[in-house]
């Protein structure tokens, strides 16, 4: 078929689609009516005051935090997540912790261990009393009208909203997708990308883990190298503020509302929620256990934990960001977090997995770097080996000399089977473990019994095709477990830090709502960069920098006809670039790019090193060249 019956073809389901969406309020009281006499109503725990909570460290330490502070002087406890089993450790401890309410926020949400395991939780939770609301964003959350129809019933106390539900459904056919960006193509591309979690209103959980195994470094062929921070005190308050005006905004559609689960209600026969069966089962009762263990939890979350009397602050954008995308008062989370780099004195350090600098980001560059004395600026991001969205990397690609020359970035690329991941975590993703009995001898690479491991653990997708199973990253010449950077992290001048869902892009600028904690506590900063650094590491990262001019003559033309190229509106044609790849030589010593030495050190790799694939190689190339007007909503 010809694009251009394509495209006829898409209009028309289009134009099919629009009218007549949302479904009348008689049906949606008929759906109500049919949801309030098959919801589970029973409640487990004879206890109504206490929901019978478990005990938990974590809370107990918000709810002193809480206690003693004042409105003049706030206390909080801070706990950085970079470790993906205590990430989910923490989140199910504080699950089966909760007395009056749990409040969720997420992007994505799917039906593999992960996601099935923390909703099983949730049930449960809601049966013993506890108020549960999820509020998840409907183009990558679930996907599944019979298992949403059967949560819509699991109990009265759950409750599930879909944020910006295309065509007022629960799921999305690649057909409808395609509609979408037609029809409607502005709003179908506002998400919202908030991470949340959080219990009685007293602590809480954001960053950019969402509810899928590569995030909890579960999927043994591609995980996530990704980040949270747990936050008590007044901040968790204010992610409650915040979770009260999404769950109310229009945007925000029961179940009830939408066009499939209404059939699926009406025709179908009541079906109770089941417990799951996981792909991994012992994987999953280990992290059971392990939410229960006041030992484990000691070691690996209550002893991290800093108790502080400085700033802490979780800032978010409003519902309206996606109504109004140009109004400055719905971008408050966005706002801060340029705010705080362009306040940088000597140092910027920021890992976002997605390197496409939005307007208003390169004139906070461009500022710092034409001070007297400019601060270092340090990124880890993806490389093409590594990341799931090559689309986006192509535009980083194109930019390089920007952003070296321009802005003095020291750009550091994740190696897909960087070793620092593969040894935190070759635990954590074996399939099962070994039995009991064999645990406590049991030692991975890092040397400690598989009992006491530490588990060191990036998403944002957009339109054009971010992450999971719609892109899948570039094939590569090795075999093994791939990494790729989604964690979204910045420390500035070692005394304050941000840890949040906000990819340093243009559509966590402009289109995507984001959430996240700065924390202005020197300790604290130190805690998030020496994590960051140690991805840029050499067994985990290649070094971006210029590349030599091995032919005088040949090269500087080359160079010239580059500089000309990029600077083309459409057609950046020239393949070679000004810099590249390099990896560190044996029996040398890390050194940074500006360094007079480096070249005698670092030997180049290429401009894509790892990557296998000619045609991820190929469209790389093409979006480099073609795809400078697509940069906005990357």
Not at 221 to 235: K, L, S
Not at 258 to 286: C, F, K, M, N
Not at 381 to 404: I, P, W
Not at 490 to 498: E, K, N, Q, W, Y
Request: hydrophobic share 40%; glycine share 6%; proline share 7%.
């Amino acid at each position: 078929m010809s694009p251009r019956w394509t495209c006829v073809l898409l209009l028309l389901l289009a134009s099919t689609l629009l009218p007549g969406c949302s479904l009348s309020a008689a049906k949606i009281r008929r759906a109500d009516a049919i949801v309030a006499a098959q919801t589970d109503h029973r409640i487990d725990c004879d206890n109504p005051g206490t929901a019978c909570a478990e005990p938990s460290p974590l809370l107990d330490a918000a709810s002193a935090a809480i206690a003693a502070s004042t409105a003049q002087a706030p206390v909080h406890v801070v706990t950085l997540l970079n470790d993906s089993e205590p990430a989910m450790v923490a989140r199910i401890n504080l699950i089966r912790a909760a007395k009056h309410s749990i409040d969720i926020q997420i992007y994505i949400w799917d039906q593999d261990d992960a996601g099935q395991l923390i909703l099983d939780e949730l049930v449960r939770a809601a049966r013993r009393g506890v108020k549960v609301r999820v509020l998840a964003d409907q183009l990558f959350s679930f996907n599944d009208s019979v298992w949403l129809t059967r949560l819509a019933r699991a109990h009265e106390n759950l409750q599930i909203r879909l944020y910006n539900p295309t065509f007022h459904k629960s799921e999305t056919s690649p057909l409808e997708f395609a509609a979408g960006i037609v029809c409607c193509f502005y709003k179908f591309n506002q998400r919202m990308h908030n991470k949340i979690l959080l219990v009685d209103n007293s602590i809480g959980i954001t960053g950019g883990r969402n509810y899928q195994d590569r995030y909890f470094d579960w999927d043994n062929d591609f995980d996530y190298v990704d980040r949270d921070v747990m936050v008590g005190g007044p901040a968790a308050q204010a992610m409650g503020e915040t979770f009260e005006r999404f769950w109310a905004h229009k945007r925000s559609v029961p179940l009830t509302h939408l066009r499939d689960i209404y059939r699926l209600l009406v025709d179908g026969t009541p079906s109770p929620w089941r417990e799951p069966v996981y792909l991994h089962p012992q994987r999953v009762a280990r992290v059971q256990e392990e939410a229960d263990d006041p030992d484990w939890l000691d070691e690996y979350l209550v002893a991290p934990t800093l108790r502080t009397t400085a700033p802490v602050e979780f800032f978010s954008d409003l519902p309206a960001k996606t109504d109004q995308p140009r109004e400055r008062a719905a971008r408050e989370f966005t706002a801060n977090v340029m705010r705080m780099v362009g306040s940088a004195k000597q140092e910027v350090v920021l890992q976002t997995p997605y390197l496409v600098m939005s307007k208003r980001a390169r004139k906070i560059f461009d500022r710092l770097q034409k001070q007297d004395a400019p601060p270092r600026i340090v990124v880890s991001t993806n490389s093409l080996a590594s990341t799931d969205a090559f689309a986006v990397y192509a535009m980083s690609y194109k930019h390089r000399k920007r952003y070296l020359k321009e802005y003095g970035f020291e750009i550091y690329e994740l190696k897909p089977r960087a070793l620092g991941p593969a040894q935190d975590n070759a635990w954590a993703s074996s399939d099962d473990g070994p039995d009991d009995d064999t645990a406590s001898d049991a030692r991975p690479t890092g040397g400690k019994p598989a009992s006491k491991r530490r588990y060191v653990g990036v998403e944002a997708r957009t339109l054009l095709g971010r992450g999971g199973k719609r892109n899948r990253p570039a094939p590569l010449l090795s075999a093994g477990r791939r990494f790729g950077l989604h964690a979204k992290s910045i420390v500035v001048d070692d005394r304050f830090a941000m840890v949040g869902s906000h990819n340093f892009d243009p559509r966590s600028d402009h289109y995507n709502t984001e959430a996240g904690v700065i924390v202005y506590d020197a300790a604290f900063a130190q805690q998030l960069r020496t994590a960051i650094m140690r991805e840029t590491e050499p067994e985990n990262a290649w070094v971006i920098g210029p590349r030599q001019r091995s032919i005088p003559l040949l090269s500087d033309l080359s160079a010239a006809i580059g500089d000309i190229s990029a600077a083309l509106p459409l057609f950046d044609f020239w393949p070679y670039r000004y810099a590249t790849s390099y990896q560190l030589k044996q029996g040398c010593t890390p050194m940074r790019p500006s360094d007079p030495n480096f070249f005698s050190c670092y030997e180049a790799v290429g401009d894509f090193p790892e990557v296998a694939s000619p045609p991820k190689l190929i469209y790389t190339r093409l979006l480099t060249a073609f795809g400078a007007g697509a940069n906005g909503i990357l």
